[in-house]
């Protein structure tokens, strides 16, 4: 059974940082992604290789994925209040080497997690 499991959400002050984590377990992807409600926010290729960002987090947020335990990540610094949301982990399994940035890219997803950032 295919199943994505987020964490790592919660209350936080702007300027602050926290880090997302995404537990895949069932089988692996070849991408993944992470969307605030169902806007794009980061994408990662299988190997890290590709990246991609929206540009509202660029500079600020990082995705990475630990192969060894299959968990993606998000690290979000220098967070603000337009980022609050539910942030929900995705993956995809074609091997198509364009990464997506709609959430109709991407076949599975976990519950979400609740990130709320306070000025």
């Known amino acids: 059974q295919v199943q994505l499991v987020e964490s790592g959400g919660g209350s936080v002050q702007a300027g602050d940082s926290l880090r997302l984590s995404c537990a895949v377990s069932?089988?692996?992807?070849?991408?993944y992604a992470w969307f605030r409600q169902r806007e794009f926010v980061a994408s990662t290729s299988w190997g890290g290789a590709s990246t991609d960002y929206a540009d509202s987090v660029k500079g600020r947020f990082t995705i990475s994925r630990d192969n060894a335990s299959n968990t993606v990540y998000l690290q979000m610094n220098s967070l603000k209040p337009e980022d609050t949301g539910v942030y929900y982990c995705a993956a995809r399994a074609s091997s198509s080497p364009v990464l997506p940035t709609t959430a109709g890219g991407f076949g599975s997803w976990g519950q979400g997690t609740e990130v709320t950032v306070s000025s």
């Open positions: 069932g089988r692996s992807f070849n991408a």
